[in-house]
């Protein structure tokens, strides 16, 4: 916090010293690439942090400086300036809010379609902008506003200005850093995994967008009193446009990049553009180049260094938190489920119920329906036909992340993991979830969380106390036990485990299998394995659960799983 | 004892770099049929998709009728008389079962699809549609179909009966009899014994990238094989 | 009939042809090929000043059809082997190093012809008689090309596999290759051709808009309008695209203006985006 503190401290004594060093003119017109800059940090979180492309950000700027501007000029000098200032700043906020939710909630993904939405929300701003003449004053523009009060001369402007882009900057700096931050990145990594682990992925998505409509807003707010003039080209493509191109340029992903892209390449432009004809040509160039070769912009590699050299990690005495020992274990029930894609049927009527916590192995040839059924359950897929029920609630057409919530954690055949988060962040996305509150997300208190399942399973499996390495530099068996422990940290009440020695060396399978033994005995959870291995089956397995063609063919203890002919039939043909 | 018209020698790779197939070795003579058998996920996939040119040999050789086929890609096996079905994803599912078995070819002309139609009525009831409609063992069916109608002189089959129903595996078994009289020859890997009673010449029982039995299918007994597989 | 009727009608024709045409290029790029290019509006932009240079020297219009075509094939070979090419799988940085490609090619127009606006005089001026009415010989003429040109594309993609292999590619290379389709090849043609239709409409639209730099920017979103209301991958998804969009933007401007005919294109398009992203014609 004192280290946070003082690094704002000294940007802002820098910002306020420009000035004097390049003069007052050249410090007024600085300004104006600051507001930019602010927005710009903006389009960082949407883009660097959540992994969603936002096309129309200047919407933001024009709406917040065009309710800026209203309120200037009809209640100049007023005590209400005072609410109507931060209004004006929030409302561009709350819109971007619910658009946000709205498009996430339909459909959940981070695709071109929203970019494509935005870019024509923003054209739509533009449009009524221009056409409403009698508020806007259409093309031309709302003109005559007043400086805010109290600042008269565009130099005192500039601190105000400063100011802001000062604690806009610590703003950022504060969340990227904080848990939320780690989960957009998380959500830009791998949106699916985080639903399983509980998070209203597209709520959050939603907020990044929020966050950064208010950023837009503020610096809309400050730009109608700084230049005077709300024009609807504020509101347009261009400036969205540029927008990204500063962002990118600048480096995305990193806290300054969007504020120096903004400030180096707009200002540059603005005065290299009538002096090199073909300025703007390299600008393009270097765009296409950055987002080919440079995903971290020119802000990249120095913020890793200053961060190396300066950085510290966040540090505090680590809160053990308490164990969800004595849950209610589950009763789940599948009635008559049924899933057809086209003529398919990929369950046809799967019935079965668990009511004893222990481990039970579903086993079956391929195409039998086994991962389908973890998706029905987790809410990964819609079934058209039957009931699911946990305990005595029907689940069937829940949201993954609400089933989640109720107890179950699954893990993936193929492991499901955030290549470019470090394990440390991968391990805690995982214990977050369904235990941070929205207020949590934004504290730092979480970051030292851990619980005795994490510190046993860094026991077990000594690769996982390298915190910073990045979980995509794992050898395949290290993601596997990775996503194992991610699962496991949930202490979810029933556990969904697909091929969890899939392509594992026979060293690593004794201790995966010994983990899953541990967890089992340890929290008398319920667990659901699909396994192919019949000696490892022979191994775990309380009951054996088999299918075939989208039904359940026999459940019983192994042994009287291996005397089923039936169960031999569909394993090996018919003349065994 | 002719000699071998496809063999492979020593054939060791895997994903990125790993090694998943390590040092297997095999042939087939022509008109024959060699089942590579073994348990999910012992690398008998992965050893076709090496053989086939999908994934770079780390080691070894593979030669097609005294021709050297490794660092050949996939695209140019068709021209030299080889043709593919995988495992996963047989057919194009957003095209029509029409257009699955005509895609090479230069017209919709479709009487030389008719003798199959006989063996499987219903691909030709659904020729207009998606081929994503199928089921499991339908499209299974389309895809040997597919590949048997391109008339080449080696077929490397993954997994061709997985999901069908039994009658159609003895059509299936019929076909594959009809075309190795013909001089074709198969290389098909299993997990159901069924069709390896069939059509059955040589067989290689793999486990954990390794080959545990190389023989003559009349030379083993079932229960050696079975043991390396199932329950 | 009621001249008005036929005049409104006639319109209401003409708007949703034009689309046709120009999104026909996006449809095959964007549709087949699954490569969301940004920069097709530029391809049609470019195509309109390939016309104009045309004019410029004298030489008779029909000289720009294959001028134009060389152009946007150098150029659609170019760019596809530079850049689309390592991004055939990656649609985000598709989606921007297009984007990036827009400006860059805006900007070097803009170098050469400045940002002013271009105007062509019409290669087949006076007019025709429809149904009484009197028509511009060279709008009818665009409209007849562009519904003969659905006509043939509709039998064409009906008989021919080509459009099936660029499909089957996309969806399946693995297979697609096990079955000897040289994919990059492939891909490689289908950009061509997509970026050649392109600069096909920029020359057909040349003497009946205002040619300038940045027109392509309203093409471009037009374009994705359209294959998003209509659907993918199919000729009736894209003609129903035009239909709705084209429809929705002559007749809500004639009632209301042109502004209001904007903005219903623009909500249209954002309610389908938002609720019904696979279009109206949607295959399975």
Redesign the interface.
Known sequence: MGLFLGRSIILLLGLFALPTLLGDFWAYQLGLYFLYSIAALGVGICWGQAGFLPLGQAMFLGIGAYLSGFSLIHFQDSFLLLLLLPAAALIPGFIAFVIGLLVFRGHLESGPFFALITLALSLLTFQIATNWVDVTGGFNGLGGIPSLPGLEGFESLYYVVAAVLTISIGVVAWIIKAPIGVIWRGISENEKRLTFFGYDTAFLKALAFGISGVLGGVAGVLYAPHQGLVTPNLAGFILSAELLIWTAVGGRKTLFGPVIGAILVGSLTAELRDVIPIWELMVAALFIFVVLFLPDGIAGWPERLFQRVLGRRFSGDEVNLAVKIGQKSPELELASCSLSIGTVDILNQLSFRIAQPGIYCLIGPNGAGKTSTFNAITGAVKTQAGSINLDDESISGFQSHDVAMRGIGRKFQVPSILPNLTISENLRTALWGGRCSLMDLFHYTPLNWTNTINTDLKERFPFLIEENKPAKELSHGEKQVLELSMSLLGEPRLLLLDEPCAGLSSEETDKVIDTIRWIRSTFDSTILVIEHDMTLVKDIADQVIVMHQGAVLAIGGVKDIQKDSRVREVYVGVSI | MTSPIYSFDGVTGGYGGGIVVNDVSGCVEQGQVLFVLGRNGVGKSTLLHLLFGYLQLIRGSVRFKQMDLVGKKPEEMSSLGITFCPQERVVFGELSVLENLILMRGNRDITHLEGYFEHFPILAERLSQDAGTLSGGERKILSFVRALSEGRELLMLDEPTEGVQRENILHIAQLIRERKKSGATFVIVEQNLELLDEVGDHVLVMDQGKVMISSRKDLISREDIVRHLGV | MDPIAVTIALNIIYEITTLFVIVLGLAIVFGLLKV?NLAHGEFIMVGAYAAYFCQDQGWPYIMAIPFALFIAAILGYLIEFT?IR?LYRR???T???T???S??LR??I??VYGKGFQSLSNPIPGSIDVLGEPYPSYRALVMVIAILSVLVLWVWYR?S?TG??V??MV??P??????????DNLARHTFVVGTCFGALAGVMLAPLTRVEPFMG?DYI?TS??VL?VGGV?TILGLSSGAGVIGGVQSVVSNLFGE?SG??GV??I??LF???K?NGLIS??
């Open positions: 969301m850049l390592h649609p985000f940085d989606l921007l190093v984007w990036g490609l400006f860059l900007e070097v803009e170098l008989r596999l099936a292999r499909k089957a969806e399946n693995e297979l697609a290759r096990a079955v000897g389709i040289r994919v920017l979103l994705f309008f998003v991958g502004t904007y903005f623009l909500l398009a954002i985006l938002w609720l992203p295959r399975s």
